[in-house]
Nanobody, 125 residues
Framework: QVQLVESGGGLVQAGGSLRLSCTAS????????MGWFRQVPGKEREFVAG????????SYEDSVKGRFTISRENAKNTVYLQMNSLKPEDTAVYYC??????????????????WGQGTQVTVSA
């Protein structure tokens, strides 16, 4: 059982910034891709950003391109999501995800097997 622990959510005004963090706890080593998804009530979970183990393959959902930046520190088993120029429509529960086995291709289409508990991000107008 892999546990992903998220932090960094909160309430900010439109135009503000937040930095989300997600760390695999215990003795787990994440050697595959890691990513972020978000979900609002009544909607399906949506891909936000993903990054390969090497950091050389990165994918973003169109609406966050130029505003969000995903990064990772493998030595810490941690992935980050820097969110700038936040908009009210970014309001959602954000979930961290991890791929068990390293594969190839766009991080958007990876088979993510492990999930965090979610952290609330609220952006006021």
């Amino acid at each position: 059982q892999v546990q992903l622990v998220e932090s960094g959510g909160g309430l900010v005004q439109a135009g503000g910034s937040l930095r989300l963090s997600c760390t695999a706890s215990g003795r787990t080593f994440i050697s595959g891709a890691m990513g972020w998804f978000r979900q609002v009530p009544g909607k399906e979970r949506e891909f936000v950003a993903g990054i390969s183990w090497s950091g050389l393959s990165i994918s973003y959902e169109d609406s966050v391109k130029g505003r969000f930046t995903i990064s990772r520190e493998n030595a810490k088993n941690t992935v980050y999501l820097q969110m700038n120029s936040l908009k009210p429509e970014d309001t959602a529960v954000y979930y961290c995800a991890a791929e068990n086995t390293r594969t190839y291709g766009s991080p958007r289409s990876r088979e993510y097997e492990y999930w965090g508990q979610g952290t609330q991000v609220t952006v006021s107008a």
